[in-house]
């Protein structure tokens, strides 16, 4: 399980790293295009805010609908589980 949470951490460190870069040459690119308008480069900026808050609530939903199912799916794991126990006990003769 450590093996697992390294390997998140790894990818979720360059997923952090690859915003950094990308925000970073977005800034770079609006403050050197001098014939561009200011409030076109807020647009953009703010466009690419706003989609960058889409991506993260698409993925925390996604994370939770699947972290839901687990969880479902573990507990009617553990409620068969319990069921077979208590049928091969009640068929044990004494």
Do not use: C, H, Q
């Not at 979720?12 to 977005?26: E, F, I, K, Q």
């Amino acid at each position: 399980m450590s093996n697992a949470r390294n390997d998140n951490n790894l990818i979720t460190t360059l997923n952090v790293a690859g915003v950094a870069v990308a925000y970073g040459m977005l800034g770079i690119s609006l403050w050197l295009s001098t014939e561009v308008p200011l409030a076109t480069k807020g647009f953009w900026g703010m466009g690419i805010m706003l989609l960058t808050l889409s991506l993260i609530n698409v993925v925390k939903y996604r994370f939770d609908i699947r972290s839901s199912e687990d969880r479902i799916r573990r507990i009617e794991e553990a409620r068969n589980e319990k069921m077979l126990e208590e049928a091969l006990a009640e068929t044990k003769p004494l």
